[in-house]
C-alpha cells in the first residue's frame, strides 16, 4: 500500500510490557485515522481503560521485567536455578556406620599388612558397590587415630593406617564427632586430622579452631554442593577442653551451622548425629524421646536436607520426620561386637544407607531411600553386604539370612527399601 503523497510513514514505535518487547503503531500522520467519538463509546472505553490499568498495576507487582538493552542480567545463582530447572540433577549419597576398631579388628589388618603396617582396606572391599559406586559416601570414624600403640575399649587409639583404608576404600567424607572423639585428649583430635589431611579425606565434626569448627564442609558432585555437619550428643563424660573440639548436638547450634552453611552456597545440608549414651542406651533398637524430640526440631528448619546416625551400636529405623528422610541408626560398620563375645546379635549387623537426591530450581529432597543390610564376619572381619554375600555363597546362609531379617524387621519399609527388597 503506497503512502499518500505528502505524508510520510513513521516508525512502528517499540514498548515494554512485562518483559515482551511489541511494536505500536503511532497515532497521528501515518498511524490510525481519527474517528469521532460519542458519550457512550467514551465511557466504555474508559472502563476498559481502568481495567486494563487495574491488570497492570497486577502485573508490576507481581513482578515486572525490562527489556532490551536496558534489563539487567540474570546473576550467576539465577542462571543455576534457572538451568537446574530444566536440567534436574540426581545423586546418590552413601552413608555407612561405625567403624568401631577393637583389637581384633586391627589384629586382622595387621596380618593383613604383613606385619609392618595396618591394612584395614580388604574389610571393605565386599562394600564397593555402594561406596565407590555413590556420587558422594561417607563413613563414622569412631575412634581417634594416633601413632602411639593401639588400644581397644574403654579407651580407644587406632592406627592411623585406618585413614589410608578409609580413602582406598573410596568414602570421599567421614564424620569424626563421637562418645569416644576426646579418649586421646586433643591430641588425639589433632592426630586423627593429621591422618585423614594425609590421606586426602574430607573430615568435619571435630577441629583444631575455631575457624576450622566454623568452616562448614562442603563437598561437590555433579555441580550440586553438598553440606556435609556432624555433631555427637555426648563424650562419655570427658569434658570438651575447648568448645571447638568436637561438635556437641544442640539444636540452636546445628541451626546456626546449618544457615551458616547455606549461607555459603549448600544446595543440601546432611546433618550426621552420634547418639551416645547420655541420649539413648546402647543395643536400643527404637528411638527413644530425646532422640525423637531433636531429630523433631531439626527436621523442620527448611535448610535440613536429611538426617543421618548412629551410635547405639545396633540399627534403628529409617522414617520421614516432617517430610525429610531421617535415619536413626545405621549401626556397626565394623567392630568385634556380636553373639560370640556375650552381646547382642543385632551388634554384628547394620546396613550402608543410599540416599537419591534430587536438586532442581526448587532446591534439594530426598527423592527415593534404600539401604543394603551388611553383616560383620568375625572370622576375618570382612564386611559383607547381606544380599551379595548370599549370591556369592560366602559365610554361613542361615546366619547372613537371619541377620538380613532382624535389620528389616527394625529399618522398616515404608521410608526406604531394602536391598534385595527379599532374600531367594
Known amino acids: 500500500m503506497s503512502v499518500p503523497e505528502g505524508r510520510h510513514r513513521q516508525p512502528l ?35 476498559a481503560a481502568m481495567l486494563v490499568a487495574v491488570g497492570l498495576v497486577l502485573v508490576f507487582a507481581l513482578g515486572t521485567r525490562s527489556c532490551g538493552d536496558d534489563a539487567p542480567p540474570p546473576t550467576a545463582e539465577q542462571a543455576r536455578r534457572l538451568e537446574l530447572d530444566r536440567n534436574p540433577v540426581e545423586l546418590t549419597l552413601s552413608f555407612t556406620g561405625d567403624l568401631l576398631i577393637h583389637s581384633p579388628v586391627w589384629g586382622r589388618a595387621l596380618a593383613l599388612g604383613g606385619g609392618a603396617r595396618y591394612d584395614f582396606a580388604p574389610l571393605f572391599a565386599e562394600l564397593d558397590p555402594y561406596v565407590s559406586g555413590a556420587d ?26 585406618l585413614a589410608k583404608g578409609i580413602a582406598q576404600s573410596g568414602w570421599d567424607a567421614c564424620d569424626t564427632a563421637s562418645n569416644h572423639s576426646l579418649d586421646q585428649g586433643e591430641d588425639g583430635i589433632g592426630q586423627t586430622i593429621k591422618a585423614l589431611d594425609r ?44 568448645p571447638w573440639d568436637v561438635n556437641i548436638a544442640d539444636a540452636d547450634r546445628i541451626l546456626e551451622d546449618t544457615r551458616r552453611a547455606k549461607d555459603a552456597g549448600a544446595d543440601a545440608v546432611i546433618v550426621n548425629l552420634h547418639w551416645a549414651s547420655e541420649v539413648v542406651g546402647e543395643y536400643v533398637t527404637e ?17 535440613i536436607t536429611a ?57 534439594a529432597r530426598v527423592e527415593d531411600a534404600r539401604y543394603v543390610p551388611v553383616w560383620v564376619d568375625h572370622v576375618d572381619y570382612t564386611v559383607l553386604p547381606v544380599g551379595d554375600a548370599l549370591d556369592k555363597g560366602e559365610g554361613d546362609a542361615s ?21 534385595p527388597e527379599k532374600l531367594p
Not at 528411638?287 to 535448610?303: H, T
Not at 541408626?329 to 544407607?353: H, I, R
Not at 546366619?399 to 536391598?419: H, I, N
Request: aromatic letters at 4%; a positive charge; charged letters at 25%.
Open 399 to 419: 546366619v547372613l539370612d537371619a541377620s538380613y531379617k532382624r535389620t528389616v524387621a527394625v529399618a522398616g519399609r515404608e521410608a526406604a527399601t531394602p536391598e
Open 287 to 303: 528411638p527413644d524421646g530425646a532422640q525423637e524430640k531433636l531429630v523433631d526440631r531439626l527436621a523442620r528448619a527448611p535448610e
Open 199 to 242: 590421606a586426602g579425606v574430607k573430615h568435619t565434626g571435630s577441629a583444631t579452631s575455631q575457624a576450622e569448627a566454623r568452616r562448614p564442609l562442603m563437598l561437590e558432585a555433579g555441580g550440586i554442593r553438598i553440606a556435609y555437619l556432624a555433631y555427637t550428643t555426648d563424650t562419655n563424660g570427658i569434658p570438651v577442653p575447648k
Open 13 to 47: 514505535r517499540r514498548r515494554c510490557f512485562n518483559g515482551r518487547v511489541e511494536q505500536v503503531a503511532p497515532a497521528g500522520p501515518g498511524g490510525p485515522r481519527a474517528r469521532r467519538t460519542t458519550p457512550a463509546v467514551y465511557r466504555r472505553r474508559r472502563l
Open 307 to 363: 538426617i543421618v546416625g548412629q551410635g547405639p551400636h545396633v540399627v534403628q529405623p529409617i522414617e520421614k520426620v516432617a517430610g525429610k528422610t531421617v535415619v536413626f541408626s545405621e549401626g556397626n560398620l565394623v567392630s568385634n561386637q556380636g553373639a560370640d563375645t556375650g552381646l547382642p546379635e543385632a551388634s554384628q549387623d547394620g546396613y550402608v544407607a543410599l540416599l537419591d537426591l534430587v536438586v532442581d530450581g526448587d532446591g
Open 136 to 161: 558422594l559416601a561417607f563413613c563414622h570414624v569412631e575412634t581417634p587415630m594416633t601413632p602411639d600403640p593401639p588400644t581397644s575399649y574403654p579407651i580407644f587409639n587406632t592406627p592411623p593406617d
